[in-house]
């Protein structure tokens, strides 16, 4: 065993878990810390503030199999992550956050920038924990590395007063495989289980999948795919599970709910089984806007508490709790042993029908770019490289309509918490996951401008990340709201002056940073946009009146749905 202060052994730990790069931002209480990863081989990346640095370490989980560390100080600095972490709470992101904290005799005294943060995160966050005298620091991080990625994954905040960082402890060196290992989910479907779905299943005629954040892993996807090879059912999918099945799949209709494809929200009035799998079935989903009442419901999620609640909510005729590619695996190979097919030929051409008859359209007569007419030139050149992460609003419902993702993990969202400001750190955390991805942040003037200090990050460290702006001078999806709901006053949305974000970009050292404010630059400019090296900001004035459509009225249900003006029935 070797002697360490206990910021060399959170350092050591993080090495010894395979941790490349932390995200964070230095202070007075956490400069032990600092220390010890300059002696590290991990990567310190040093964000423009710590609500950032926690979201570029949640970006990293989110777009890979690992997860992401963010190491901030005491006081306003872990108090600043608290948004971040309710975000990866809510979207079950894998997350590690380490705090500095006063010296563990300071704690309740009012002391210099101290804050409860047990009490303030315990609502939060998967798991809070304050270390104290007698802890196993290297078993707590270890543990908690492995324990933020098992069952239904989230943050974990570990506060870590000053003393407790200085104070020397013996290593173990403890091997990271027995804290993984204690994890491990080897529940099963059996025999039985598989026949009474697939009793269940043989009688559909109509079934549909509704695939959700559950199944987007490489092994999620892999698991879902393979059983669509083998019975070919059409599918739709949460935001959160976008790129899950490759979005050119024919039988793939993409996003339902309240902002969902024209196609996903009429298909789903019209099948006889629901197949829900790894979903929180989102109110913006299954409450507000409803789904196929009378049908049949089988769910597969790996959260009891959610089982509980959508057995009493939807009275699912089947269930299972555990990992869904697990059980999307057992299914399958239970159908292949008995030679279990199903013939829905009918259904399938039904669902083509529709997504070749109801196509994405947008006002092509105005004067003014739409949003939408970005997202869909953008739409052409998206491929399996690609990873798109993007603000909240009016164009992150665009870009998850029309982008066509091919990979799981390929979009980064907020989706649960519904966070502006989300895109820009995000983006870098994602980079560093996928370093030979091309990584495309879309993000509106609103959005950005809440980080806006991460063009700084991503300039300064001449980051190959592409940030594709849209300026609407506005709030547009509460703006569209205003004017549905509180005729047309338009109070706090709208931001007269016309701030010209790529001159902002260029100051900060952009090697590509251009404004496009008319249509006829629209198709040159991107493509410079999307060709050009290094840190690239393509900033596009777009229309302050566009409307998002489709959309389902608060309350309504899928029958209400709103094609808009433009969206129209073509000739299948």
Same mark, same amino acid.
């Given at each position: 065993?070797?002697?360490?202060?206990?910021?060399?052994?959170?350092?050591?730990?993080?090495?010894?878990?395979?941790?490349?790069?932390?995200?964070?931002?230095?202070?007075?209480?956490?400069?032990?810390?600092?220390?010890?990863?300059?002696?590290?081989?991990?990567?310190?990346?040093?964000?423009?503030?710590?609500?950032?640095?926690?979201?570029?370490?949640?970006?990293?989980?989110?777009?890979?199999?690992?997860?992401?560390?963010?190491?901030?100080?005491?006081?306003?600095?872990?108090?600043?992550?608290?948004?971040?972490?309710?975000?990866?709470?809510?979207?079950?992101?894998?997350?590690?956050?380490?705090?500095?904290?006063?010296?563990?005799?300071?704690?309740?005294?009012?002391?210099?920038?101290?804050?409860?943060?047990?009490?303030?995160?315990?609502?939060?966050?998967?798991?809070?924990?304050?270390?104290?005298?007698?802890?196993?620091?290297?078993?707590?991080?270890?543990?908690?590395?492995?324990?933020?990625?098992?069952?239904?994954?989230?943050?974990?905040?570990?506060?870590?007063?000053?003393?407790?960082?200085?104070?020397?402890?013996?290593?173990?060196?403890?091997?990271?495989?027995?804290?993984?290992?204690?994890?491990?989910?080897?529940?099963?479907?059996?025999? /039985?289980?598989?026949?009474?779905?697939?009793?269940?299943?043989?009688?559909?005629?109509?079934?549909?999948?509704?695939?959700?954040?559950?199944?987007?892993?490489?092994?999620?996807?892999?698991?879902?795919?393979?059983?669509?090879?083998?019975?070919?059912?059409?599918?739709?999918?949460?935001?959160?599970?976008?790129?899950?099945?490759?979005?050119?799949?024919?039988?793939?209709?993409?996003?339902?709910?309240?902002?969902?494809?024209?196609?996903?929200?009429?298909?789903?009035?019209?099948?006889?089984?629901?197949?829900?799998?790894?979903?929180?079935?989102?109110?913006?989903?299954?409450?507000?806007?409803?789904?196929?009442?009378?049908?049949?419901?089988?769910?597969?999620?790996?959260?009891?508490?959610?089982?509980?609640?959508?057995?009493?909510?939807?009275?699912?005729?089947?269930?299972?709790?555990?990992?869904?590619?697990?059980?999307?695996?057992?299914?399958?190979?239970?159908?292949?042993?008995?030679?279990?097919?199903?013939?829905?030929?009918?259904?399938?051409?039904?669902?083509?029908?529709?997504?070749?008859?109801?196509?994405?359209?947008?006002?092509?007569?105005?004067?003014?770019?739409?949003?939408?007419?970005?997202?869909?030139?953008?739409?052409?050149?998206?491929?399996?490289?690609?990873?798109?992460?993007?603000?909240?609003?009016?164009?992150?419902?665009?870009?998850?309509?029309?982008?066509?993702?091919?990979?799981?993990?390929?979009?980064?969202?907020?989706?649960?918490?519904?966070?502006?400001?989300?895109?820009?750190?995000?983006?870098?955390?994602?980079?560093?996951?996928?370093?030979?991805?091309?990584?495309?942040?879309?993000?509106?003037?609103?959005?950005?401008?809440?980080?806006?200090?991460?063009?700084?990050?991503?300039?300064?460290?001449?980051?190959?990340?592409?940030?594709?702006?849209?300026?609407?001078?506005?709030?547009?999806?509460?703006?569209?709201?205003?004017?549905?709901?509180?005729?047309?006053?338009?109070?706090?949305?709208?931001?007269?002056?016309?701030?010209?974000?790529?001159?902002?970009?260029?100051?900060?050292?952009?090697?590509?940073?251009?404004?496009?404010?008319?249509?006829? /630059?629209?198709?040159?400019?991107? /493509?410079?946009?999307?060709?050009?090296?290094?840190?690239?900001?393509?900033?596009?004035?777009?229309?302050?009146?566009?409307?998002?459509?489709?959309?389902?009225?608060?309350?309504?249900?899928?029958?209400?749905?709103?094609?808009?003006?433009?969206?129209?029935?073509?000739?299948?």
């Amino acid at each position: 065993m070797e002697e360490m202060n206990g910021a060399e052994i959170l350092v050591k730990s993080l090495e010894d878990l395979g941790v490349k790069q932390i995200f964070g931002y230095t202070g007075a209480a956490i400069l032990p810390v600092f220390h010890a990863l300059e002696k590290s081989d991990i990567e310190i990346v040093i964000n423009s503030n710590e609500q950032s640095a926690a979201f570029s370490a949640a970006g990293y989980s989110r777009s890979s199999g690992e997860v992401g560390v963010a190491i901030v100080t005491s006081g306003p600095a872990i108090t600043n992550t608290l948004t971040s972490v309710a975000d990866a709470y809510g979207d079950s992101i894998p997350l590690l956050v380490f705090a500095g904290q006063v010296p563990a005799h300071k704690i309740g005294t009012d002391s210099f920038q101290h804050i409860n943060v047990e009490g303030i995160f315990g609502e939060a966050a998967k798991k809070v924990m304050l270390v104290s005298d007698g802890d196993d620091l290297e078993a707590i991080v270890k543990d908690a590395y492995y324990f933020a990625m098992s069952g239904k994954p989230g943050p974990v905040v570990i506060d870590i007063p000053l003393d407790k960082q200085q104070k020397m402890h013996e290593y173990q060196n403890m091997n990271v495989m027995r804290f993984e290992e204690s994890y491990h989910d080897d529940r099963h479907l059996c025999e /039985e289980q598989c026949e009474e779905f697939y009793q269940m299943f043989l009688r559909s005629k109509k079934p549909l999948l509704y695939l959700g954040g559950g199944l987007n892993s490489e092994a999620g996807s892999q698991a879902i795919r393979e059983f669509n090879e083998y019975f070919g059912i059409p599918s739709v999918n949460t935001l959160m599970a976008k790129g899950v099945i490759d979005a050119n799949d024919d039988l793939n209709l993409g996003m339902l709910g309240m902002f969902g494809t024209p196609y996903a929200n009429m298909l789903i009035q019209e099948n006889d089984f629901f197949f829900a799998i790894g979903v929180r079935w989102d109110d913006r989903v299954a409450e507000k806007v409803g789904f196929a009442i009378g049908t049949d419901v089988a769910y597969i999620d790996i959260n009891p508490e959610k089982m509980h609640q959508i057995k009493i909510e939807r009275g699912p005729k089947f269930s299972f709790i555990g990992d869904a590619a697990t059980a999307i695996m057992d299914l399958l190979n239970y159908a292949k042993k008995h030679n279990i097919t199903l013939n829905i030929h009918e259904w399938q051409e039904r669902a083509r029908s529709l997504k070749r008859s109801w196509p994405l359209d947008y006002n092509r007569g105005s004067e003014y770019i739409q949003s939408a007419e970005v997202m869909s030139l953008l739409s052409n050149y998206i491929d399996s490289n690609t990873k798109i992460t993007t603000g909240v609003g009016n164009h992150q419902m665009l870009a998850a309509q029309y982008l066509p993702m091919q990979k799981a993990k390929s979009f980064m969202t907020s989706g649960s918490f519904g966070t502006m400001g989300f895109s820009m750190p995000t983006s870098i955390g994602v980079h560093y996951a996928n370093p030979e991805a091309r990584v495309i942040a879309i993000d509106g003037d609103g959005s950005l401008r809440m980080n806006l200090g991460e063009l700084h990050t991503i300039a300064s460290l001449d980051l190959p990340i592409k940030i594709l702006m849209l300026n609407n001078r506005s709030d547009g999806m509460v703006q569209n709201l205003q004017d549905a709901a509180y005729d047309g006053k338009r109070t706090g949305t709208q931001r007269p002056k016309d701030v010209q974000f790529a001159d902002i970009a260029e100051s900060f050292g952009f090697n590509f940073a251009e404004r496009i404010t008319d249509r006829s /630059e629209l198709k040159d400019g991107m /493509e410079a946009f999307l060709n050009s090296e290094g840190p690239c900001f393509l900033e596009i004035c777009t229309d302050r009146e566009e409307v998002l459509y489709p959309k389902v009225p608060a309350g309504g249900a899928y029958k209400d749905m709103i094609l808009g003006p433009y969206i129209k029935e073509v000739e299948d």
